[in-house]
């Protein structure tokens, strides 16, 4: 039985969504889980619209840096025990082999990067990418971890995206 579960939060540029998992888990699971975030193809930067949004909610938003998925595969990184891929690109790409065989699973998040428009309707869709992020990892903090064997904990976790939404 941990305290503390170690969450990788994966997407393919790790510049959106990846750093608002991060940035929600470390807030909101401040006791229960520490969040980390990664891509497979690192943009090289967080994008300005999530890191606004972020801001504006009252998360830090100092510590978070786009980088890739290989850094938390080397020997020396922290051991996670979840990993979470958010976008559904990143999911259907070879992953690394993570040391320690953390639990997977796939959230699919809509790309809020990908949005054109207005400023007002990109805004919007970042705010609804943080607000679907918040209501999951809510549900996840709710879940007795150390209750659950392997496959129950993989199967609630998977779950957790069925779970309707409100933005």
Not at 44 to 61: E, F, I, N, T
Not at 93 to 121: K, R
Request: charged share 20%; hydrophobic share 40%; glycine share 6%.
């Amino acid at each position: 039985m941990k305290d503390r579960y170690n969450v990788l939060f994966v997407c393919t540029g790790n510049s959106a969504r990846s750093q608002i998992a991060e940035a929600l888990g470390n807030s909101l699971g401040k006791r229960r889980i520490r969040a980390f975030s990664a891509g497979s193809h690192p943009a090289g930067r967080v994008q300005p619209m999530a890191l606004q949004v972020l801001s504006d909610a009252g998360l830090d938003v100092s510590t978070l840096r786009s980088k890739s998925w290989a850094e938390f595969a080397q020997p020396g990184a922290p051991e996670m025990d979840l990993v979470i891929t958010v976008c559904d690109r990143a999911a259907g790409e070879s992953c690394p082999v993570w040391p320690g065989q953390p639990i997977t699973a796939h959230w699919s998040i809509p790309d809020p990067v990908a949005v054109t428009g207005t400023p007002e309707q990109v805004q919007k869709a970042f705010s609804n990418t943080l607000h679907v992020l918040q209501q999951r990892i809510s549900l996840l903090l709710s879940l007795r971890m150390e209750a659950l064997d392997r496959l129950a904990a993989e199967t609630k976790l998977r779950q957790i995206s069925e779970v309707p939404t409100t933005a």
